[in-house]
């Protein structure tokens, strides 16, 4: 590839906070007005018609309990992950960046195995309004888990050999997030009667 | 402005052109005050041999007052404007009279059909009279139209009345309105509703009361009416 | 991919790099990818031009075959109007004012060699590139080009069979979720770019106005557009695999769309807006040589304007069937967005006093911005106050409003910075009376063609109507003659933007050589070499005052740059 030089920009630090980590804040708040609108008109539809409690009877909280507990261990793994890192320990942060991946690829997994089940039952994407938003809003969710397991696989690669250590703490902040969307989706889609 | 062109034919149209009016009236003069200001300033200050600009920042207190004053001003005039809009609104959207007679306004693409009452003054009767594209009401009688859509988004407007409102497919809006004078004016639809849009017109007959009773005399079945009136 | 032209090291060398053509190509260089963005727009800037002169030819003479285009069937017709106001929008006032001045001038201004992610910054393009393919692909589609207009109200656009557009539809919601996309990527390098990486001395209030209106615009952006790209893939998902969240049959609701869409909107207004407000104040305050009038407070209305712009999008809605009670909430918040977009005004007009004006071209262009924009202003009042609004809405009267907010915006703004930059992009000057032919070619044809338009819109006429023999009340001779006037003064108005095109292009290789800063400017951007080789300066820039320091006293020279130690 090239050997484009780094331009002077990305060494200065005016505002007191690294260049990467302002911007991953910056892309998580776009993504969070992204959710927020989502769930707004999931919320305001949800408030005007009752069909909607009746159709999330049909959802399994066990499996969503279970796989909210899987993407909070992850998180862990990320937050120590982070502190290896900044220990300068790159082995030992990529194999925590590893489990994490893991604990997405086990979420993705369960994921599919619950939708298989639902729509083998006939709740399809477009059977009804709240099976249409289930499917939508964890659709969009998923999506982000498999981007975020994509990135940090890479991410751990380099930090293996001991490369790009920073990024460790910016792909944690970005799974932190995905965690916290999925904290706000189960509640709404699975317990929400 | 507007009258001179279309006229005014309900009770609300004529506030809602003095309200025009009001607001063209404060907004005209801020307008002319700014542009002559302005251009008074680009002529005035034009470069000229050996003249230098003013130092200023604009912070300075004596002149910063000639942008705060006038924005005070403003203000004021705001409050004239939310006020004369707000009673407008009130009187033709959010204050319905009681209405003499119901009319049934549904749109679809690319036609109005109202249904009005037939002589039992009851909708959803078997003697309701239903015309496609052509309004039939009578002056002076307070109406209110029960506003549904087929399909998509249409918007039931009435030029000479000042009215519009958007039909909305699953929703009933219930809205008012009342003729001043007789005639024969348009129906537009005012929200796009696809291929046909343009050509999406009715017209709406305004009659007196004798011509009115003699026009659904006319199109009300005799026998159904009757039928309902055992 | 050999992209070794762009190893050069920063500093010691000449701006005269023989660059390859994967350089051009797939370009990390800030001000490369401005262009790209800029070139881009123009292109497009001429497909919308051309859409209007071909719907505005249908309305003067209807059912008449157009010249280069043939008959304008009521199809094609809708296809027409709903791309033209996609394409100046999203497609033209977008990526020139904020992506191409953006990226060109926000390194420039501040002091430093590139944006901080530069491969963001090319992918932003390369997906807004890829935008433009597919916006381009859906014209010639089987059943045309998507007609529910750009604000694509469901059902209407939702639905095939009531749209008769299937793949028109799709691939224009695609195309513009994909343009949401790239600036999103954009906004990243803009705001933590100027947040970052200022010059050395360079404080908040030592920013140039325009950096700080980009800035600004692109949080406003990212604030607004996220509830519409959610509401974007619901209308897609109902588009394509046959959801109902907005079909009342199955407890949808189309006006759900219209509040995602107009939240939005509005904001997307001052989006475009203070961009376009701080090339003005920029080009102003250069030919003026005046101080900007309370820069503070410009700062201030800016961003009071921004907040405010979230809690005004239902003005859009007054008779959508929303609640009648929200609509004196709506009226009184868009009344009081006229205060600070009144203040900022006068703020503009106070900027000449006490200065010394000459009215080369760029200044032309500035101080028209303030006078056209005036009247889109003002006419906006009649369309808040919601009583007023019940007869104005969907006429002619909204529409020549609001053409009078994005003209200013998209064309005169653009045009005040295209020539102000132009020999700081290029390194030589444009002809001076060529552009003023242009200028006065262009705004009196301009207010030709949209102050009829007001009188039709009082008048009743409402919009998105191939031909309006079909209404009585609108058929008549004088309102046809009107449209005939309105139609002519456009035909010679894009006629006239040929002297543009001719002026721009000969001068980008023939112009007079323009040296490191002819307008005698204080900004960082006119202190290095003209164009700027890669890395922008040789010995990076530090900062001792801020940026409009004109006819300081006690100075022999009327301008201070903003890097000269005192």
């Known amino acids: 590839m090239t050997a484009h030089a780094k331009p002077l920009a990305t060494t200065r630090s005016v505002a007191g906070m690294p260049t990467p980590r302002l911007a991953i804040w910056w892309v998580i708040s776009s993504e969070i007005v992204i959710f927020g609108g989502l769930l707004t008109a999931y919320i305001l539809y949800r408030l005007a018609h009752d069909a909607y409690s009746a159709d999330s009877a049909h959802t399994n909280q066990y499996i969503g309990g279970f796989n909210t507990l899987v993407l909070l261990t992850s998180s862990l793994s990320a937050v120590l992950a982070h502190k290896a890192a900044e220990h300068g320990d790159g082995k030992q942060a990529a194999k925590l960046l590893l489990l994490t991946c893991l604990g997405g690829l086990v979420f993705l997994a369960v994921k599919s195995v619950e939708w298989s089940i639902e729509i083998s039952h006939g709740y399809t994407l477009t059977a009804s309004p709240f099976w249409s938003f289930y499917y939508t809003a ?56 | 402005m507007i009258e001179s062109h279309l006229p005014a034919v309900s009770t609300y149209a004529k506030d809602i052109d003095s309200l025009i009016l009001l607001i063209g009236v404060l907004v005209g003069f801020w307008f002319f005050v700014c542009q002559g200001m302005f251009f008074w300033l680009m002529f005035k200050f034009r470069a000229r041999e050996g003249h230098r600009t003013t130092y200023v920042t604009g912070e300075e207190k004596e002149l910063a007052r000639w942008v705060h004053i006038p924005h005070y001003l403003v203000l004021v005039c705001d409050l004239f404007i939310i006020v004369g809009a707000v009673r407008v609104w009130y009187d033709v959207k959010q204050n319905l009279p009681e209405p003499d007679a119901t009319v049934r306004v549904i749109g679809q693409q690319w036609a109005w059909t109202f249904v009005q009452p037939g002589p039992d003054g009851q909708l959803d009767t078997p003697d309701d009279i239903r015309t496609v594209d052509n309004l039939h009401i009578e002056v002076g009688k307070t109406y209110h139209y029960k506003l549904e859509s087929k399909d998509v988004l249409h918007n039931f407007s009435v030029p000479v009345f000042r009215l519009k409102q958007d039909a909305v497919p699953g929703r009933v809006i219930t809205g008012w309105f009342e003729a001043t004078r007789t005639g024969e004016f348009d129906i537009q639809c005012a929200e796009i509703c696809g291929i046909g849009h343009g050509i999406m017109k009715g017209r709406i007959k305004i009659q007196s009361p004798e011509e009115h009773s003699a026009w659904m005399a006319q199109n009300s079945t005799p026998a159904i009416a009757t039928a309902s009136a055992e | 991919m050999a992209q070794s032209a762009q190893t050069v090291p920063h500093g010691g060398h000449e701006h005269h790099e023989s660059h390859g053509l994967s350089y051009y190509l797939f370009p990390l260089d800030h001000k490369i990818i401005g262009m790209q963005y800029l070139f881009t727009g123009m292109f497009m800037a001429l497909i919308g031009g051309f859409f209007a002169y071909a719907f505005r030819m249908q309305l003067a003479f209807p059912g008449m075959s157009v010249p280069f285009f043939g ?6 017709y809708n296809s027409l109007v709903t791309n033209h106001g996609s394409i100046m929008i999203f497609w033209v006032a977008m990526p020139v004012l904020i992506a191409a001045f953006g990226n060109f001038l926000i390194p420039l201004m501040i002091g430093c060699d590139d944006m901080v992610f530069p491969k963001v910054n090319r992918l932003s393009y390369q997906i807004f590139l890829l935008s433009v393919i597919v916006l381009i692909t859906s014209f010639f589609v089987p059943g045309g080009g998507f007609g529910g207009a750009w604000t694509a109200y469901p059902p209407l656009s939702a639905n095939a069979q009531y749209s008769l557009t299937p793949l028109g539809s799709t691939l224009w919601l695609t195309a513009v979720a994909l343009e949401f996309v790239a600036f999103l990527l954009g906004g990243i390098n803009f705001v933590t770019t100027v947040m970052n990486s200022r010059a050395p001395g360079m404080k908040l209030y030592d920013i140039p106005i325009v950096v700080w209106m980009i800035v600004i615009a692109s949080i406003l ?27 009342p049959a199955a407890g949808g609701d189309p006006v759900l769309w219209q509040h995602l869409f107009w939240f939005f909107g509005h904001p997307e207004v001052y989006v475009v807006l203070l961009p376009a407000m701080g090339i003005t104040a920029d080009v102003m305050v250069t030919f003026a040589r ?51 977009i ?25 101080l028209a911005f303030v006078a056209e924009f005036l009247i889109g202003g003002v006419t906006g009042i009649f369309l808040g106050a919601s009583g007023a609004d019940i007869y104005f809405h969907d006429t002619y009267f909204v529409l020549a409003h609001f053409h009078y907010t994005f003209f200013p915006i998209a064309i005169i703004a653009v045009y005040a910075g295209l020539t102000y930059w132009f020999p700081k992009m290029f390194g030589r000057m444009m002809n001076d009376t060529l552009g003023k032919i ?76 323009a040296g490191k800063n002819p307008w005698r400017a204080t900004t960082l951007e006119w202190t290095t070499e003209s164009p700027p080789g890669h890395g922008n300066w040789k010995e990076m820039p530090t900062v001792y005052r801020g940026p409009y320091e004109y006819g300081t006293p006690g100075r022999d020279q009327d301008f201070w740059p903003q890097n000269e130690p005192s």
């Open chain 3, 438 to 513: 242009h200028f006065w070619g262009t705004i009196i044809p301009f207010n030709m063609i949209f102050l009829p338009l007001f009188l039709l819109g009082a008048w009743g006429q409402h919009r998105r109507i191939y031909s309006y023999q079909n209404f009585p009340e609108l058929a008549g001779d004088t309102m046809q003659n009107l449209r005939i006037l309105a139609t002519l003064s456009l035909v010679t108005m894009l006629l006239f933007q040929l002297v543009f095109l001719y002026n721009f292009f000969r001068s980008m290789f023939k112009g007079e050589k």
């Open chain 3, 342 to 366: 009144a203040e900022m005004c006068f703020v503009y007009i106070a900027t000449l006093y006490g200065g010394s004006i000459t009215f080369k071209t760029p200044m032309l262009w500035a």
């Open chain 3, 221 to 247: 952006f990212t604030a607004s557009v996220g509830p519409l790209i959610a509401g974007a893939v619901m209308l897609f998902m109902d588009q394509v695999v046959g959801t109902q969240f907005y079909d």
């Open chain 1, 138 to 193: 964890a659709g969009i969710h998923a999506s982000h888990v498999v981007a975020g397991v994509i990135i940090m696989a890479i991410v751990a690669r380099d930090a293996a050999r001991g490369r790009e250590l920073h990024r460790v703490e910016i792909i944690g902040l970005y799974w932190h997030f995905v965690d916290v969307v999925w904290i706000f989706l189960f509640p709404l889609l699975y317990i929400a009667k």
């Open chain 3, 71 to 76: 008959v304008v069937s009521a199809g094609e």
């Open chain 3, 290 to 340: 005046k101080k900007l009038f309370a820069y503070r407070t410009v700062l201030y209305t800016a961003v009071g304007t921004g907040v405010l712009s979230f809690t005004v999008w239902a003005h859009h809605q007054f008779i959508a069937g929303i609640d009648p009670r929200m609509a004196n909430v709506f009226t009184i918040t868009t009344l009081l967005i006229s205060i600070p």
